[in-house]
């Protein structure tokens, strides 16, 4: 129901550095745990990271757990998801969702989750 937006993406070289956020307008985010997911052309989407409401449990995909840090601050009702060591791989479309399913390394949207936005493009290149 809640309607999020992303922004911060951007074309960055290997090894480079962003900074995405995700807010809502007319929305409070602290009622929501928030996760970060991506989109790769012809894949799947795929979970990132999740962040619990007051940002005591956290949780990231194998693949960024190290290089990649989920935060929010509920006073600003913003999210974020600080990217470092960005590799090729990482290109995709990256969108934030309430109510992720986060096991672990293992993060999913909800079942039947619609509400998606329309994302921010991150493309690392040379």
């Known amino acids: 129901q809640v309607q999020l937006v992303e922004s911060g993406g951007g074309l960055v070289q290997p090894g480079g550095s962003l900074r995405l956020s995700c807010t809502a307008s007319?929305?409070?985010?602290?009622?929501?745990?928030i996760g970060w997911f991506r989109q790769a052309p012809g894949k799947e989407r795929d979970g990132v990271a999740c962040i619990a409401t007051n940002g005591g449990r956290k949780h990231d995909e194998g693949s960024v757990e190290g290089r990649f840090t989920i935060s929010r601050d509920n006073g600003a009702n913003m999210v974020y998801l600080q990217m470092n060591d960005l590799k090729p791989e990482d290109t995709a479309v990256y969108y934030c969702a309430t109510e992720p399913v986060c096991m672990g390394t293992r993060i999913q949207a909800r079942p039947g989750y619609r509400n998606w936005g329309q994302g921010t493009q991150v493309t690392v290149s040379s």
């Open positions: 007319g929305a409070v985010l602290d009622n929501y745990a």
